[in-house]
Every structure is written in C-alpha cells, then in structure tokens.
C-alpha cells in the first residue's frame, strides 16, 4: 500500500463533479489498489474520510470510517478501524431533521466550521465488491458520508455552512469550542 498525495483547496479537481465508476472495474486491481491506498492515507492523516478527489483520482469513490455514536466501552480492546468504502453513491434525507456540528476537512487543513446535515440519510451504492448496498446512517456517520458525496461534487464543506462566524482555527477550536464531553 502507498501513502497518497492529498489535494488541497485551490486544487481544480477539488471543485469538478467526479466520473461515475463502472460497476465492473471496482473489482480490477488497480481500483481495489486505490480503495487500500485511500484508506491507509484517511488513517494516516487521522481523518474521518476521503474522497477520491482528494488523491487527485476523478472517480465517485470514498472511503470513510465506521463510526458508532454510542460511547465505546473503555474497557474494550482497541479495535481494527472498521472502513466503508462507497462507489457511486446516492444520498436521499431519511428524515427532515437537520443538525449543526463541527467539520474539518483533509483538503482544508487547520480549519473547523459548524455545518448543517441531514441527521439520517439513506444511501445506495456500490460496496467494494461490487455489491449494490442500501444503508441507512444517523448522526455523525451520516454527516461524514453527505461530506465526502459532497466532494464527488466539487462541493467543500464552507460551501455548506450558513455563516463563517463559527470558522476556526484547530487550537482556537479546540480552546472554545470543542464540545466538553469529548475531552
Ligand atoms: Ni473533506
């Protein structure tokens, strides 16, 4: 697996509407290739997510990892980071709740904004396998997954936030705004 070169904001590929994936190429070494390699770099980087413009690669593919918004238990063995992969995703709102939080972004380094989401969504895509999948997503899951499909469409997270009030450096975040139980 090789560590990928992350795009930055200003980068044109970070602002195009990326190229649907055939279904019969996700299976081809070099996609699966690519899957690993995005995933290792999401780790690397300690992000949530990544899209595929994000490793300047013109594809609807993201990978993210598995979040559960119940507190894990402190006892247990740290576990292997689970990984979604999605090609071609589709989002649709399953319900008309929408929550602000904070996001950050690996295109968008240092920086913290409070972004309005869809708290549950659905999503149909294809796994990495190939297999069409149709999952539901709440809360921070389903927050991290509108952000990387938003990117599949050169959309940036600023690009959602209703005002820059709350934009912040990570230090300054991390001072004032960072929520106490996370500490
Ligand atoms: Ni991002």
């Not at 972004?115 to 796994?127: C, F, M, Q, S, T």
């Amino acid at each position: 697996m090789s560590l990928l070169k992350i795009s930055r904001m200003g980068h044109p590929i970070l602002r195009k509407k990326m190229k649907a994936v055939a279904p019969s190429s996700i299976a081809t070494p070099a996609f699966q290739k690519l899957i690993d390699d995005m995933a290792l770099t999401m780790l690397e980087n300690d992000g949530a997510g990544l899209a595929a413009p994000q490793v300047h690669e013109d594809c609807r593919l993201f990978v993210a990892r598995v979040f559960n918004d119940r507190e894990d238990d402190e006892n247990a063995e740290p576990a292997e980071p689970e990984i979604l992969a999605l090609v071609n995703p589709e989002i649709v709102p399953a319900s008309r709740q929408i929550e602000e939080d904070w996001e950050g972004c690996l295109s968008i380094p240092g920086l913290r904004g409070l972004v309005p989401r869809y708290r549950d969504i659905r999503v149909k895509a294809h796994d990495r396998n190939g297999e069409r999948i149709d999952l539901q997503a709440s809360g921070f899951m389903a927050r991290v997954i509108q952000h990387e499909t938003d990117h599949l469409d050169g959309i940036l997270f600023l690009d959602r936030m209703k005002s820059m009030q709350s934009l912040s450096f990570i230090e300054e975040f991390a001072k004032y705004h960072a929520k106490r139980e996370r500490e």
